[in-house]
């Protein structure tokens, strides 16, 4: 999607204390087309415990109307 977007919708769901040593953040888009896209992130921390889920965020990106 090319050009100015906004966000329709957005939701995270914090599912753990994010205690560790190194945070990542994996964003994929779910689906795409010509007016909207709905993309999903997943936070992970790695800590002593190995790697765990400790958010869920998933968004609607809407494209915006052309300005006047």
Avoid: F, H, W
């Amino acid at each position: 999607m090319l050009g100015d977007s906004v966000t329709s919708e957005y939701k995270i769901n914090y599912l753990r204390p994010a205690i560790g040593d190194r945070l990542i953040a994996t964003a994929t888009v779910i689906s795409s087309g010509k007016t909207q896209a709905v993309c999903q992130c997943i936070v992970s921390v790695i800590g002593e415990q190995g790697e765990r889920d400790v958010a869920v965020a998933q968004g609607t990106i809407t494209k915006a109307a052309p300005k006047a």
